[in-house]
């Protein structure tokens, strides 16, 4: 089964330094757990202890990150990055003290044997290990299976490929999936950033290709171009019959209402794949109706795009407004 692992809260911190403030912090994570993502990574952009070894002081503390994601912990799906180079027993003890879920180790992808000593501390400690080979393009896929081989018998519980500049084609994620999925046992992720305006169809070639894993980033927040967004990748697989335990709806609304709002106005970024401009994407209305099927969503109080998809099931030509209220109310009625 398909899952997803969202790292706004650590690859996306890219965009305001860092690390995302506290109070977004826990805003970002009450909306991925209420929209039941499978993993959410979070934490300094550089990972735990880059705080205090590489100086990433423009974020909070490890202990302030660990601390509020307490309320959460007993849910299974948070954890933190953990860059091979940065490696102290310190960390992974600290981390692990305070219930994290997962750390994925990063490291790049021609420098594997780094990880094996993270990795085993993390088993010792009984939490899954994750791996990260940054910068993948770096060897051949054929490197990276045996890479995997080794790290899989180090104890890891999951190896993901870094597209870290961007630079992959579909065909070249393909190879490498399907090479490693034969390689070893584990779940294979993939990591794709935008650099090439490829994040999405490196998602889609990865998952055909039989991933288990795809990243993303909430409005494709992340260091660079960005990645793919969490969002679109959801509404994208759900199109294929995957992921469909997730709440896109109401994580939709969320980033609308809330986070939009928030970057914006602390941060001036700007989404450029709004929750709207996706629900088009995923219906096949035309834009030339959006201020009609906001003013009934307004005035009803039922869900903007639970309301378009609904009724681009039944006309995305030229829907009336007649056909979008009688939609509203079936939905308002629990139809």
Do not use: W
Request: negative net charge; charged residues 25%.
């Amino acid at each position: 089964m398909l899952k997803i692992m969202d790292c706004t809260l650590r690859d996306g911190a890219n965009v305001v330094g860092k690390g995302f403030p506290a109070d977004l912090t826990d805003s970002m994570i009450k909306a991925l757990l209420a929209a039941n993502v499978d993993y959410i990574e979070m934490g300094n952009a550089g990972g735990i202890g880059a705080y205090e070894v590489a100086g990433f002081t423009k974020a909070e503390t490890d202990e302030t990150y660990l601390d509020l994601i307490q309320p959460y912990v007993a849910t299974g799906k948070v954890g933190m990055f953990l860059n091979a180079k940065r490696y102290r027993k310190k960390y992974v003890e600290l981390g692990t003290q305070k219930g994290l879920a997962f750390l994925r180790v990063g490291g790049d992808a021609d420098e594997p044997d780094l990880a094996l000593e993270p990795i085993r501390a993390i088993k010792a400690r009984g939490v899954k290990a994750f791996y990260s080979a940054m910068k993948a393009y770096l060897v051949t896929p054929e490197e990276l299976a045996e890479s995997a081989k080794k790290l899989e018998a180090a104890g890891l519980d999951e190896f993901t490929v870094m597209d870290s500049a961007g630079c992959m084609l579909p065909e070249e994620v393909a190879k490498t999936v399907e090479l490693l999925k034969k390689a070893v046992h584990i779940p294979i992720a993939f990591h794709c950033h935008n650099n090439l305006a490829l994040s999405a169809a490196n998602a889609l070639a990865a998952y055909r290709a039989g991933a288990d894993i795809l990243d993303g980033g909430l409005m494709g927040m992340a260091r660079s171009a960005g990645n793919l967004p969490t969002e679109a990748g959801i509404a994208l697989l759900q199109k294929y019959g995957e992921l469909q335990d997730v709440n896109l709806y109401g994580l939709l609304s969320y980033i609308a209402e809330e986070l939009e709002p928030q970057m914006k106005e602390r941060y001036d970024y700007h989404n450029p794949l709004t929750p709207f401009d996706l629900v088009l994407g995923i219906t096949g209305l035309h834009s030339s109706k959006g201020k009609l099927f906001k003013q009934v969503a307004k005035e009803t109080g039922v869900n903007l795009y639970q309301l378009m998809v609904h009724v681009g099931k039944i006309d995305r030509k030229n829907p009336s407004e007649e056909l979008i209220r009688s939609v509203a109310a079936e939905i308002k009625e629990g139809k």
